[in-house]
């Protein structure tokens, strides 16, 4: 259902524009986001976007580097990635679906949770 690309390899302090293009599901209708995998560590939100009201979630170790976004005509979900650092170095995954909570954290924290159909990611490497 998704495939991610857009990955690479970058030197710290440079950007990478991340796409995720998605089939058989409609974006602009669930919450969707970004998580990624280091290796040896477990995956992590990165960003969300909440179905209900458009609102934005970036983590803490992301927030104001990172931009989300989608092109709900292409049906494809975005990440600008500037400013990279070494531990942004990770395979970065897409999902989508139908989760509602309190917060956009929270859903974005259950938008993991529930997720299984995950596509084969795209690998960021930033090194010098």
């Known amino acids: 259902q998704f495939v991610e690309s857009g990955g690479g390899l970058v030197q710290p302090g440079g950007s990478l524009r991340l796409s995720c293009v998605a089939s058989?599901?409609?974006?602009?209708?669930?919450?969707v986001g970004w998580f990624r995998q280091a290796p040896g560590k477990e995956r992590e939100a990165v960003s969300c976007?909440?179905?209900?009201?458009?609102?934005?979630y970036y983590a803490d170790s992301v927030k104001g580097r990172f931009t989300i976004s989608r092109d709900t005509a292409k049906n494809t979900l975005y990440l600008e990635m500037n400013s990279l650092k070494p531990e942004d170095t990770a395979v970065y995954y897409c999902?989508?679906?139908?989760?509602?909570?309190?917060?956009?954290?929270?859903?974005?924290?259950?938008?993991?949770?529930?997720?299984?159909?995950w596509g084969q990611g795209t690998q960021v490497t930033v090194s010098s």
């Open positions: 058989g599901v409609a974006l602009d209708l669930q919450a």
């Open positions: 999902a989508a679906d139908f989760v509602w909570d309190s917060t956009v954290q929270a859903m974005c924290a259950s938008l993991l949770r529930v997720s299984n159909d």
């Open positions: 976007i909440s179905s209900s009201d458009g609102s934005l």
